[in-house]
């Protein structure tokens, strides 16, 4: 069975969307029939291109059965964006997952426990974003503190991903109230 990790497709996703700005941040959310045509509800590790431009990046879900993408400040900048401008969008599903930015105090934990070092890097990018994700998932900061020591003794214990984690909601905090999205179409 082939890894979820290396699924290629050779088909693109070609749409016209609508950046929208949320506080600091910057996302496209993808028409229904683009995220329709996705291989899952959850994250999908892809190629995009925005008015020419391509990145790789994870397109997250909202909750809703659709997805959304970030957009980091230089692609916002250098593309003169506004809130609400349509631009032209393709998508290709990746062959491999890019690595996840940690944060800082997670990437701290894992520091702090060397001995995971192997069995961080021995997980697939796709199960690292779960980790990652499933840390980022929550704005109470005691709860985060406790998901970081859980995933330190649940990968210590030779668990490789979070248990019974909704990979199909939005679980973005900044973005997100149960599970959805809440930013405008």
Known sequence: MADRSE???????????RVRRVGDRAIVRLPDEASAQLPARGQVAVTATIDGNPFDTVVEPDGMRGHWLALDEGLWRSLELNDGDEVMLRLEVAGTWPEPDLPEDFDAALADAPDLADVWQDITPMARWEWVRWVNATRNQQTRERRIEVSVAKLRSGKRRPCCFDLASCTDPELSKNGKLTTPV
């Open 7 to 17: 699924v290629r497709s050779t088909e693109s996703i070609d749409c016209a969307a």
